[in-house]
């Protein structure tokens, strides 16, 4: 199987794989999991469902020699997935058509991180991103709706930074009315660190978490509240489509960034493609069905078939929602949960 780049029916090339290993998570964060809509009799998929490492590792393989650079590793809560050190360590000698070492991510609440760091990085983990939308403990209590503490979180991150897994990412929701007090102090905290906290408008991703427009607090307004206290000034993008906007304090002192998909639509640079945990295909994070390629996986499909199904999904692909997002709230079609193919 040679290499070949592809491009949707829009020209934007694949350049990102982000893969769901598990739908299981120790939180119920409003936004993602909220306790009151999983409701007790929620059922997670049975572990036969769950695609394996080596069927993971197989199909990033194929991704890979298809266009695919960086490798993000969600949930669910990705290190509840037992031995996912040995997948990240499969994943971590693939090589793209450059030669060079593909990049592997993880995002994670960093309520497991304090006691896996040393084994991440040892695997070959490139980077990490920690979700942790307040420092104050009874509204991080609130959010996650969870018996895990801030001061578990932070210790994870120090973890992470003393093993030298570094630039360690921080990714803040911001909803009105919950954890917009929280965008300074976090700021402050994080500060002369080297951590980097990405602000991110809250998102309808999902059925389940009662989103209005009325509860986003939009970039402009978190950026001016943090300019206001401490001087910013924009950043060059690293890398083409990459979704956060870049700021830098104009001391010095470090960066943050903020993700404005619903003021700010950038789906004319997203090179994304998720898998879900049980082997489904998703071109979008607000998409409603999936092109299966666990059964094809399972009835012994060749290389060749595979990224044949690979290919069709992503050259078809034409998604915009974020930039058609006011037409579609008004009549929304049922989304794929967050949970279930990763933020």
Known sequence: MKSEFLVDAFGRPLRDLRISVTDRCNLRCTYCMPRDAIGTKFSFLPHGQLL??????RLARLFVALGVRKIRLTGGEPLMRHGLEGLIEKLARLRDARGDAVEVALITNGTQLAKRARQLKDAGLSRLTVSLDALSEPTFRRITDAAASVGTVLDGIAAAQA????????????????NEHEILPLVRYFRNTGVIVRFIEFMDVGNRNQWRLDDVVSARDILARIDQEIPIQPLSARHHGEVAKRWAFADGSGEIGVIASVTQAFCHECTRLR??????????????????????????????????LIRQ????????????????????????????IGG
């Open 52 to 57: 394996s490492f080596e069927e993971i590792h």
């Open 163 to 178: 093993v030298g897994l570094a630039p360690v990412k921080v990714n803040t929701v911001v909803q009105r009315g919950v």
């Open 275 to 308: 898998l879900s945990t049980d082997g489904k295909l998703f071109t979008c994070l607000f998409a409603s069905t999936g092109n299966d390629l666990r059964t094809a996986l399972r009835r012994g499909a060749d290389d060749d078939e595979m990224v044949g």
């Open 313 to 340: 999904t992503w050259q078809q692909r034409s998604d915009r929602y974020s930039q058609l997002r006011h037409d579609a709230t008004r009549s929304p079609a049922r989304r794929i949960e967050m949970s279930y």
